[in-house]
């Protein structure tokens, strides 16, 4: 149902995405994981149309977003939540998206109750709004038509614990019904908990893709020890691929009791070792994007 095939996008000398390809597809969730400033939003433009990739093509439910003839009916977008008149109420900015996309008024209203929006904060104006609440209408805003892909950008956002949880399961659900839900975010755990698939980007590249049991499964294994420059020598002596990760912490791409009997004959002494799979989503995140861990580090 989404299809990024080889996009690219530069501004002048910086190439924001490069060649990055990957697919959302239908009775799935799709996250869309990587640090601030790594080329997520970056995409998720290119895909609802927003920004013209230099090379390549995004495709939703076949074709191109401009060539949709009504977007809203059969794509819910939510790229960022300030992104609203401040001026209008919610139930007025909703009213305006029924009417443009041809729904029935009682819409509106089903969508307020589905975010948990109240008819005194229905009436406010935007700008009274937490960002909670802007997400809140922003959700409401992206299921209106009732279509079949949604993409989000980070849509948990303000939202508080009990929020993050409504917003898990709601997206959950409409998977489940059949659509295909897109879903950017930094937030590891709630990209692990949610979703089927896993995208990865760094500094704009593609760095993994497949489901979490994938991924994780090919993670080798991990080693604790206070000479992990002497392992790393011992173990490439070995002609085994290890990398340090962070202080004193070894991964390295084998059988967890091949390592441990090198380790011994070495006399290093380990603290762990475990097959890496267990460190979770987090550890294999953090290692597949150090290059932009640090806020901003792409920009």
Known sequence: ????????????????????????????????LGPNGAGKSTTLRIVTGLTPPSRGDALVVGRRFADLPNPGREVGVLLDASAQHAGRTGREILR????????????VEDMLELVSLTPAEAGRRVRDYSLGMRQRLGIAHALLGDPE???????????????IRWMRDLLRGYADRGATVLLSSHLLHEIEVVADDIVVIGNGRIVARGTKAELLASAGTHLQTRRPADLRVVL???????????????RVDADPELVGQ??????????????????????????????????????
């Open 96 to 107: 305006l998206s029924q009417q443009m996309m041809g729904l029935p008024r009682s819409r």
């Open 236 to 250: 490439e002596a070995a002609g085994l691929t290890a990398r340090v990760t962070s202080p004193g912490v070894v």
């Open 262 to 299: 090198l380790a011994s004959h070495a006399s290093i002494p380990l603290i762990e070792l475990r097959p890496a799979e267990t460190a979770g989503l987090e550890e294999m995140f953090l290692e597949l994007t150090a290059d932009t861990q640090r806020e901003g580090a792409a920009a």
């Open 149 to 163: 892909v949604l993409i989000l950008d980070e849509p948990a956002n303000g939202l508080d614990p009990a929020g």
């Open 1 to 32: 149902m989404i299809t990024v095939d080889a996009v690219t996008k530069t501004y002048g000398g910086f190439t924001a995405v490069d060649d990055v390809s990957f697919t959302a597809s239908p009775g799935r969730v799709t996250g869309f």
